[in-house]
């Protein structure tokens, strides 16, 4: 199984597919799996601004679109400037859909991190419990 900080160096990695021409800020990220396959993912920006996707979700979308809807246990997020790269809301809401319990690994550009749950992130999230 893939370690915190294999899965932080994953989602550093991709930083290099970026698209982020507007705001200049790279976004990889690395969506670990109970059977340690990853999905991985960066952020890409269009023009315009509201169609821009983010690293997380990119992975998120990508392990659904290959048949993956459970099973996910950790998500790396890494930036690239000193702060650490933590989830927006639209990601935080998309992630809870298929796993509200995720360990989130947020990173620096230099690889350090901080952890936390999903959960603890968004608390009272809107769900498919919520349409019941």
């Known amino acids: 199984m893939m370690t915190e900080q294999e899965l ?20 990889g990220a690395a969506l670990l799996c109970e059977d340690g396959n990853v999905f991985t993912g960066c952020n890409v920006e269009n023009a315009a601004y509201g169609s821009t996707i983010c690293a997380e979700r990119t992975a998120l979308v990508k392990a659904v679109s290959e048949g993956r809807q459970m099973g996910f246990v950790a998500l790396a997020i890494a930036g690239q400037r000193d702060g ?5 809301g ?23 991190y901080q952890k936390t749950t999903l959960q603890e992130l968004l608390p009272h999230f809107f769900g498919p419990h919520s349409l019941s």
């Open 8 to 27: 932080v160096q994953k989602a550093m990695e991709m930083r290099q597919f970026s698209y982020a021409p507007y705001s200049k800020f790279a976004v």
């Open 84 to 88: 650490y790269c933590w989830p927006c």
């Open 90 to 112: 639209s990601c935080r809401q998309m992630l809870c859909e298929f796993a509200p319990g995720l360990k989130i690994l947020a990173a620096n550009e230099k690889g350090d």
